[in-house]
């Protein structure tokens, strides 16, 4: 029997990244990314707003929160798995050299009689049949704890972009702009259309009540 290999995963890895890749953009009349040369075209400041999207989650107490309890879950789980990986590596390195012992055993004709070595056999598959039951259930946990946490991350990045979108419409509800739009739709930046940091004020302002 070879030795165990079990691989901690890092759960939360991917699902991490995915919370850094929310879309706050409002912009139910968008139908192409907005360029520079456009609003120079126009002479003047379009009906239009852009917001940083990372700057918001950085700077958003809520969604600072939610990726502190996101990383903290990853963490625990880590834990948790690394415990149990250990404990169960210990209990294989110990049936493994109890295996090497019988081994040496039958090889010398230790045992007094066949009963005696058969008896110590069948100890030895009942605790390999038992190693391999507790190796499925750390599959069986890693499993579970990935699924909880990518269950944690869908609800949270849901929640942030409810929360965003909600303000944003609150925000413009006088309607002095058309569209309020992620700057990572725009091919360059235009100065005088960012509202960012009203936005971070009025979302944290709104989040402390």
């Keep these: 029997m070879n030795k165990i290999s079990i691989i ?16 706050f953009t409002f912009n139910p009349w968008a139908k192409k990314p907005v360029a520079t040369d456009e609003v120079e075209a126009a ?12 700057s918001i989650l950085k700077n958003y107490t809520l969604a600072v929160e939610a990726n502190d309890r996101l990383m903290s879950q990853y963490e625990e789980s880590v834990m948790k798995l690394d415990t149990k990986t250990k404990t169960l590596q210990k209990e294989y390195d110990t049936f493994q050299q109890d295996y090497i012992n019988f081994q040496k ?4 004709g230790a045992f007094l009689s066949r009963e005696r070595a058969e008896s110590e056999a069948a100890k030895l598959e009942n605790k390999q049949n038992q190693i391999m039951a507790k190796q499925q259930d750390l599959e069986n946990l890693r499993q579970k704890l990935s ?3 990518m269950n944690e991350q869908a609800e949270l990045t849901q929640q942030l972009q409810d929360s ?11 309607g002095r702009y058309h569209l309020i739009l992620n700057d990572a739709v725009l091919m360059n930046k235009v100065a005088g259309y960012d509202i960012t940091k009203d936005v971070i004020e009025g979302l944290n302002a709104r989040y402390q009540k």
């Design 43 to 54: 002479g003047e400041l379009m009906p239009i707003a852009i917001i940083n999207t990372d």
């Design 147 to 149: 699924n909880d946490f």
């Design 164 to 174: 965003v979108q909600a303000f944003l419409r609150e925000y413009n509800s006088d």
């Design 8 to 23: 901690i995963d890092s759960i939360l890895v991917a699902a991490v990244a995915a919370l850094f890749v929310l879309f």
């Design 105 to 108: 055993k039958l090889e010398t």
